[in-house]
């Protein structure tokens, strides 16, 4: 009997320390991206485009690079934002200090539960003034190339998409499909949130994908003018 406890037991306790370690990642990740962006300074531009759509009840995604992505959690922090987030480990600590910093996440992937996180997305957007926050490229790519489900959410909901940048004088790029951008201590973050973009809804989606990379490009070169010049 004691024998047949024992895998028991020994599983319990491996367990009890992938959920302490979890917890414990996600409390000090917490607290030092809290601290480093403390040292930066913040330009940032735009924010009327997306605060005038929710005040007159329209629904906002926000449309932010997938590598681009956590100086915008740290900016919205706080803020009622629901975000969609992979299922996959690699997303899992970002997903609850972002939790932690009162968002609240829609978890699914286009491969993981994809669809579920989709309709939850659209019952979100039908409802007046939500804002949504989608990295249209994660959470596996290609990098800058974006997916069906922002557009269709986007189609389906009359919502709102502001093409979304960040930039900083001093940052740290990780390179794995994409490039994941920390920002260094005592430099200057930019973000720069743009015009609205609206498509129609029986646009095919070639042509809103064109549209969406042409205007997230357009407020990247916009937004990199202000890193440049501050750097210069």
């Excluded at 759509?53 to 926000?62: A, D, F, T």
């Excluded at 994941?180 to 646009?203: M, S, T, W």
């Amino acid at each position: 009997m004691i024998e047949r406890q024992r895998p028991l037991l020994q599983k319990q306790n491996t367990d009890m320390i992938k959920s302490f370690s979890i917890k414990l990642k996600i409390h000090l990740g917490s607290v030092l991206l809290k601290l480093l962006y403390s040292t930066n300074k913040k330009d940032v531009r735009g924010r009327k485009h997306y605060r005038d759509m929710i005040h007159s009840n329209r629904s906002v995604i926000l449309s932010v690079w997938h590598g681009q992505l956590l100086s915008i959690v740290h900016d919205l922090r706080n803020e009622p934002v629901k975000a969609v987030a992979g299922t996959h480990k690699d997303a899992e600590i970002i997903s609850q200090i972002a939790t932690k910093w009162g968002w609240h996440m829609i978890r699914g992937s286009s491969k993981e539960k994809g669809e579920v996180a989709y309709k939850e997305m659209v019952r979100i957007l039908k409802k007046p003034g939500k804002l949504v926050f989608i990295t249209p490229d994660g959470p596996t790519g290609p990098a800058r190339i974006p997916k069906p489900g922002i557009i269709r959410a986007a189609q389906a909901t009359n919502s709102v998409i502001i093409p979304t940048s960040v930039h900083s004088t001093r940052r740290w790029g990780f390179t794995n499909w994409d490039t994941f951008y920390l920002e260094k201590p005592f430099g200057k973050i930019f973000i720069e949130y743009g015009e609205p973009i609206v498509f129609d809804q029986h646009a095919d989606f070639e042509t809103c994908a064109e549209t969406l990379i042409k205007e997230m490009d357009r407020v990247e070169h916009n937004n990199l003018q202000y890193t440049n010049n501050e750097s210069s």
